[in-house]
C-alpha cells in the first residue's frame, strides 16, 4: 500500500484564528466561556473544547447575562450582535475574515438597491448569518434548479454572493445559469469561496487520478470536507468521509492500493497522523507528501483578546 498525503490539508488561517481566539479566552476569562455555534465544524474539536468547560449553545439566550460569548468562525448576523449587546454579553469575534468580506458585500450590495442572490446550502451556520445582513434583500439559491425556479423580474437589479467553502466547480455551474438567466448580474471583485477551499480542493483534484481509495478528514457537517469526499466521488474513487482513525474499515483497502489522504479545513492533523499509522500498521503501507500549492496566509486574533492579551 502506499499512501499520498495531499498538500495543502487540514487547517485554515481561519480556522486557527479561531481556535486560538478560543484558547486564549479560556486562559483570560476561564469556564463557563460560551460559543455561539460551534467554534468551528469539527467534532474532536467541539468534544476537547466541551471537556475544557466551553459550552457551545444554539440560542444566544442561553448565555448567561454578562457572560462571556464567543462568535464561531461562520459568523453572525446582526440580530445576534444586537441581542449580546441588549444581555451585556462580552462578545469575542472569531468571525473569519473572508466570511466578514461576504458579510460586507452584503450590506453595500443591499445598501446600493440590488437584490442578492446567495448561493450557498440552506441552514449552514455561515449562510444564516450572511442573510441575516440583509434578509429583506437576499434569496438563497443552491443548484440550477433553484435558479430555474427564481421569478424575480427580468430586467431586476442582482448581484450574486456566494458562501464561502462551496465546491468551486459546482458553485460555477449555478453562477453560469444566473448569467444566462439574468445577464445583467453583477458579482463581488473577487470571488467569494476562500483560498484554503479552493487549494484542497486544487490538491485532490490534482492527485486523486493517482488514487485508488481517498479519506477525507473533516466532519459530517463540514461543508468544505463534504466537497473534498464528493470530489473524489465525482471521479469514479471510493471516498470516506470520517473524523478519526477509529472510523476506519479495512474492507474499504485493498493491500496493494494507492490511498490518497487530505482533510477538511477545520479537521485536526492529529487524525490525519492517526490514519497514517494505522494504515503503515495494518497494510505495511508507505508514505509519501506532495505538495500541490503552498499557503503562507495568517489571521489576527480578533480585537477584543488583542487589547487584553497586552495589558
Not at 486557527?16 to 468551528?40: K, T, W
Not at 445598501?111 to 445582513?133: P, W
Not at 494504515?279 to 508514505?287: D, Q, S, Y
Request: glycine share 6%; aromatic share 6%.
Amino acid at each position: 500500500m502506499k499512501i499520498i498525503l495531499a498538500n495543502p490539508r487540514g487547517f485554515c488561517a481561519g480556522v486557527n484564528m479561531a481556535i486560538e481566539s478560543l484558547e486564549r479566552a479560556l486562559s483570560l476569562f476561564g469556564s463557563p466561556l460560551y460559543v455561539y455555534h460551534e467554534i468551528v465544524h469539527n467534532r474532536p474539536i467541539v468534544e476537547r473544547f466541551r471537556g475544557r468547560g466551553v459550552v457551545f449553545v444554539d440560542d444566544i439566550s442561553e448565555v448567561p447575562n454578562g457572560g462571556t460569548v464567543l462568535f464561531s468562525a461562520h459568523g453572525v448576523s446582526p440580530v445576534i450582535r444586537k441581542h449580546s449587546a441588549e444581555r451585556n454579553l462580552r462578545a469575542i469575534d472569531a468571525t473569519c475574515p473572508l466570511v466578514t468580506k461576504v458579510h460586507n458585500e452584503a450590506v453595500r450590495f443591499a445598501k446600493d438597491g440590488f437584490t442578492i442572490v446567495l448561493v450557498g446550502h440552506e441552514g449552514h451556520d455561515e449562510v444564516i448569518g450572511t442573510m441575516g445582513e440583509a434578509p429583506a434583500n437576499m434569496v438563497l439559491v443552491e443548484d440550477v434548479d433553484d435558479v430555474a425556479a427564481l421569478t424575480l423580474p427580468a430586467d431586476a437589479k442582482l448581484a450574486f454572493l456566494t458562501q464561502t467553502t462551496l465546491s468551486v466547480d459546482e458553485a460555477k455551474v449555478v453562477i453560469d445559469a444566473l448569467r444566462e438567466k439574468y445577464p445583467q448580474i453583477v458579482g463581488p471583485h473577487k470571488d467569494d469561496i476562500c483560498y484554503a477551499t479552493q487549494n484542497r480542493q486544487e490538491a485532490v483534484r490534482d492527485l486523486v487520478p493517482e488514487a485508488d481509495v481517498v479519506l477525507v478528514l473533516g466532519s459530517q457537517n463540514s461543508s468544505n470536507s463534504q466537497r473534498l469526499a464528493e470530489l473524489a466521488r465525482s471521479v469514479g474513487r471510493s471516498a470516506y468521509l470520517i473524523d478519526r482513525a477509529s472510523e476506519l474499515h479495512d474492507d474499504w483497502f485493498k493491500p496493494t492500493d494507492t490511498v490518497l489522504i487530505t482533510a477538511g479545513a477545520s479537521a485536526p492533523e492529529d487524525h490525519v497522523q492517526d490514519c497514517v499509522e494505522y494504515l503503515r500498521t495494518k497494510f505495511g503501507a508507505t508514505v509519501e507528501s506532495r505538495v500541490v500549492r503552498e499557503e503562507h496566509v495568517n489571521f489576527p486574533l480578533p480585537r477584543e483578546l488583542r487589547v487584553l492579551g497586552n495589558a
